[in-house]
């Protein structure tokens, strides 16, 4: 049953910065990634949320391939992708596809959808013989909701929703297990956001297909992930189910977070326990000592500063919990 | 070009400007890019006019018998009493030294379009792969281009021309051609460098790559598809720059020398007569300026056309 | 000083034929549309609806349903052409703004309305510092001089929370993080003490602690100066929190009003209803979300009759006829563009 089918094992990505024209001097790193430890089970969801800058997008960009790690290790299906070479690589790319933000520049606007969805076919001759290519094609689209008679037009005759769709047919072409979502819904119109997240669900379900799902929306994550991970300045804070995370958040970063997300409830108004943080986020070239997140944290004692809290299970958080002073607070739900 | 178009932002209700519905069927099969510029390009009336008049000199370059049967080189002596003649049978009457002028404008078409389709050819073909190698792969590839680039740029195009023109000795259509692409390689590589970049970043090539896809299929897929557009712009604004330094260089003594035919000269013998004959340097000068002006024309409206951020 | 010398130097001059006791700005049948190649997009096809001082009434819709072109004509900088206001009128405290002289409207736009936009890096002008910025408006619009400005604008700076005001002001936009530049806009847009404030999509572009620092802030501004607000967004969750009434717009018209809580509650138009159906919750699991089927139309070719009819599950056929419902009166204060409210609200 719970096969793991993606661990990350102290995954870290760090660029350079460097100085000068010709002759470039290093003079110190950007740790967008800092030991990352993650696993994904067989069709589960995992949900990686954050705000900006906290290391979500380089995490996608590593899984999927895009970015080298610094060091550490993505294992898929028990190979480590860091291990192998260029060809076998690119074997191992197949099974985890990515479905893009921004449909509008995710798609080649000169190709047609057939184009775009069969190339995963053309780049991967041996998945699908020639003859068999339209006929996948076809199915695809129908898979996702789109007619098949549409193949060849282009990507500006469709809507915004309507190509986030063929981006997910083309991510489906290979048969991946692993689905990386990088802010599927995020440029999306509200009311299309729901027939894009209902089609992914849909599409979990007929297929036995794990997600990554990456987005700010914690109420999005919350909607769609059985697990979430949070992140702050390239370190994962808090890792659980989603009702350990949403309902007893133990980590002062994801209660901060949780409080500010606006709930469609009215009635809700002045109820709510309200944490407003501090200053901005530090840069992640020159991270705070420590725990990250001790400088915009109202509990930050001494040993903030001088010992890293480890992302693990703790006296009162029964999920692992990278606060030495991890306690449960619903910031929510209504109090009284 | 003043007509607004649709732009694409947020919250502007013209776009998406026609999102078809999932049950209608497919009515237009050709709806790329391509073809929606090749569409836009008809309707623009600056364009086809400009291409008629491109057509034209073409014609005059290429088959000149189709608009006179009077060899240029055929000169009457005896009409060469040192003052243009207008006599039956030459309508726009005969040169100084009693050649037919109409003759000579068709023909005197042939060496500038000549050399400036070379010299495009040739800034192309060596400003294209340089620029693409230096945009597609950074790093010492594109410092070493790039620094090449540099310093071409900043040799002064007429008198780089200039000194290595009289280094030649030879003024023939192809030394000019040679100075030309040597010294017009770099406008080119520039465009198409900066254009790769900012294509091998965007979403699909990113996507591609995720996919697996290798550096040729990146390359000739998704990013020179995307890419080229700029590079039939300045090309096209290039043969039009081309055919004014041809005539400018002829001008100036180190191009085209008689008797060879063409539209610098025409200008170089008359202009001392400015004052006295002024058509013998106005009628050159005029299909010369028509020319330049139709390319850069035709080159403007191929921007507008192709630029896909505009629709 | 006289007294009125005194009220000018900070409100600026007093625009003749007001009467201040209509309401603070009103929106009679306003129409705006653009002329574009590919046709008329009606953008907006008459909206009416009012804002008083110490109110924040939220106009909510998707992209393209007319709500920040709503703001632009109201502020005058609808881009002229494609865009032509064919009808209504904008009133400011009785004076319709449309009818009065360019430099009147200048003087109206400029000292009792102002707009705090999504974008604020754009919105500044990246070659001087914000302070610069600041006591320029005062220097232009207040006559103060430059020294003068520059205590304001250090005044304004702290006034909405930016640490280090006095250091700060000498810095340029790009060296603000995307929170304190939307406060710096924010303190841009109250320079000149206006009535109305009008914030179209404020959060849109930041993260979700810094919005509800920056919708924190708004909310409090206005409590204090008792200014009108107008909250233009698409964010359920946004409205929720700091609305007092809600306009929902679709495809140029406004399709159903009501004060916040009654249209959380009893939502009287499908559309909203829909809406409310659609999103998630962070404070739900399970949910089962309800999907809107189709697009909202094409502002070219705008439905006949109830533009949401297409998309609706309460359509029938007199919703898919010429005209277009009104809205009608559901209770005092509550109005909705269907025929059938009853049955979308579930009354009866």
Redesign the interface.
Known sequence: MSDLVLETKDLVKYFPLTRGILFKTKYGDVKAVDGVNLNLRRGETLGVVGESGCGKSTLAKLLVGLEKPTSGSIVVRGQDTAKLSGEEMRLARRNIQLVMQDPYTSLNPRMTVGDIVSEPYQIHPDVAPKNQIRKRVHELLELVGLNPDHINRYPHQFSGGQRQRIGIARALALKPEIILCDEPVSALDVSIQAQVVNLLEELQDELGLSYIFIAHDLSVVRHIADRVAVMYLGKVVELGKDTEIYDHPTHPYTQALLSAVPVPDPTLRGHRDQIVLQGDVPSPANPPSGCRFRTRCWKAQEICATQEPALEPRDKSPHPSACHFAEERDVIHATQ | MS????T?S??????????????E??KD?S????SDARRELLRNPIFVISSVYILIMMSFAFVPKLWTRVDPQDCQLNYGSGEPMFTPGHWLGTSQRGCDYWSHTVYGANPSLQIALYATVGIVAIGLPLGVLAGFYGGWVD?LISRLIDIVFALPFLLGALVILGMLRKYSIWTITLVLVVLGWTTVARIMRGSVIAAKN???V?????????NS?LMF??IL??AIAPVFVIATIALGGFVAAEATLTFLGVGLQEPAVSWGLMISRHDDFIETWPHLTLIPVTVLVGTVLSFILIGDALRDALD?KL? | MAPTTEVQARFGPSIPGTDPSAPLLAVEELRVEFRTRAGIAKAINGVSFEVNSGETLAILGESGCGKSVTAQAIMGILDTPPGFITGGQIKYRGVDVLKRSKEERRQIRANKIAMVFQDALSSLNPVFTVGFQLAELFRKHRGMTRSDGKKRAIELLDLVNIPAARQRVNDFPHQFSGGMRQRVMIAMSLALDPELLIADEPTTALDVTVQAQIMNLLADLQRERNMGLILITHDMGVVADVADRINVMYAGRIVEKAPVFDIYAKPSHPYTKALLESIPRVDLKGQQLNVIKGLPPNLTQIPVGCSFSPRCRYAQDVCKADPPPPLYPVQPGISSACHFWKEVRGDE
């Open positions: 007509e607004p178009l649709s694409m947020v919250d502007n209700p013209a776009a998406p400007a026609a999102p078809v519905g999932p049950g069927p497919s099969q709806a790329s890019l391509w410092a965007l979403d699909y990113q996507a591609a790559k995720a996919l697996g896809a290798k299929r897929r998704h598809p995307n896909p629709r």
